[in-house]
Structure formats: C-alpha cells, structure tokens
C-alpha cells in the first residue's frame, strides 16, 4: 500500500483549498477511503469517508457544509476540496484505506501526510 497526499500550504481563514491523494499497491476501487487529521499537539481525527463506488460519504461535524470528498477511481486518487476554512482546520492531513474507525487504528494504512495550516 502506497498512499501520497499532496496539496497542503499556508492558507487564510475563508480561503479554499484542494487536497490531493494518489493511491497504488492495492485495488484502490474496491475499498472504502478516509480522510483523517492531526492538529498540533492532538491525536488523530477522523474527517470524512468515501465508500468504494461513490455510493455513500460522510463527514465529521466540524466540517459538515464546508468539505467535500470525492475519488477518481481511474486514477487511483482521493480528494478533499476543504472551502471556508478555519483556523482550527491547521493540521497534518493523511489519507487512510478504510472506513471511520479503521482510518484512526494505529496500524492503519496512511500516507505521509500534507501539512493545512490555516491563520491569518
């Protein structure tokens, strides 16, 4: 499993930006894909879910209205488009293989991380 996330920076509350991860090793369109996040200085936290197909997402509350996941399984790549952000969306960004609860484990699969720092 290899997972590589790209797309982070330095951004200002209100501002909108799109995270990218592409996937390999491993049949990216049969699982479901996480999005998961780590402020400073906290653990992680789950932030959205796709399931394999499409067929159903879903978000952490924070960022309900404001984040939107998507995946082209043609290209093996996961996206959050995060608009309206907050400061308190600042963290280290992963993209994980599985559901809510999987993503989090501390032997799941994630990649290296795209680092969201949100200030003005």
């Known amino acids: 499993v290899n997972l590589v996330e790209s797309g982070g920076g330095l951004m200002q509350p209100g501002d909108s930006l799109k995270l990218s991860c592409v996937a390999s090793g491993f049949p990216f369109r049969l699982h479901d894909m996480s999005w998961v996040r780590q402020a400073p200085g906290k653990g992680l936290e789950w932030v959205s879910v796709i399931t394999a197909g499409s067929y159903y997402s879903d978000y952490t509350d924070s960022v309900k209205g404001r984040f939107t996941i998507s995946r082209d399984d043609a290209k093996s790549t996961l996206y959050l488009q995060m608009n309206s952000l907050r400061t308190e969306d600042t963290g280290v960004y992963y993209c994980?293989?599985?559901?809510?609860?999987?993503?989090?484990?501390?032997?799941?699969?994630r990649g290296q991380g795209t680092q969201v720092t949100v200030s003005s």
């Open positions: 994980a293989l599985g559901g809510r609860f999987n993503s989090v484990r501390d032997n799941a699969d």
